[in-house]
């Protein structure tokens, strides 16, 4: 008997939130044993990758900034940068590498190919194959976020640097200012106000926004 559109549709959320709940870290046998419950139903009426990108948006909510523009990726023609458009976009907007330092990337990289290994028949969500996984990290690692040594920035003390760190720490690790040159930062954190605004994060406002960019531009990449 087909299942109807509403039934496939709580049987889509249901997957999803099982998918979001799951662990960081599961053995062979723990996904295995999920499989059946999760992909039990087919794809049935439920409109295809469509609905299910907007619906796993959705349910992410305020976890992911708004999606970056392919063509701003680091090394955009690489395979890397095509690996990265061709399996996370299928679940949420295009992520920036810079949203996580090299050191977490594997953590992060691993859970979202377990989901997508148990997305895979239900909702048709590919997942990368072992080759595809390794290009995949090499380019995060290579174009993640650096961050700050607060040892070398005496000056993290004070009211700029406070600054600095209360804000941008609500979303990924503190970044070393020496990644842009200093005509770059205030493009650079203009963006990221945009992207606190639509994840629901305190916003600075002007004065100090622009005690966090002179901190920035202090240290920046073209300052000795």
Known sequence: MQIGKGASILA???AVAACLAAPIAASAGELASSEPTILAGGMGMMGGMGMHRNMMQRMMGGTLPPGMDPARLPESDSS?????????MQCHN??????HTASEWPQVL????????????????????PVQLEILLGYLQRHAQKPIDAGEFPDLNTREGRAFSATCVQ???????RQHIAREWPAVVGRMRSNMTAMGKIVPDETTTNEIVDFLQRHSADQK
């Open 80 to 88: 890397g940068a095509r690996l990265l458009q061709q399996f996370c």
């Open 171 to 177: 979303c990924h690790a503190l970044p070393d200012p």
């Open 12 to 14: 889509l959320g249901a």
């Open 110 to 129: 691993g859970r979202m190919n377990m989901r997508m290994q148990m997305m895979g028949g239900m909702m048709g969500v590919a997942a990368p194959d």
């Open 94 to 99: 295009l992520p920036s590498p810079g949203l």
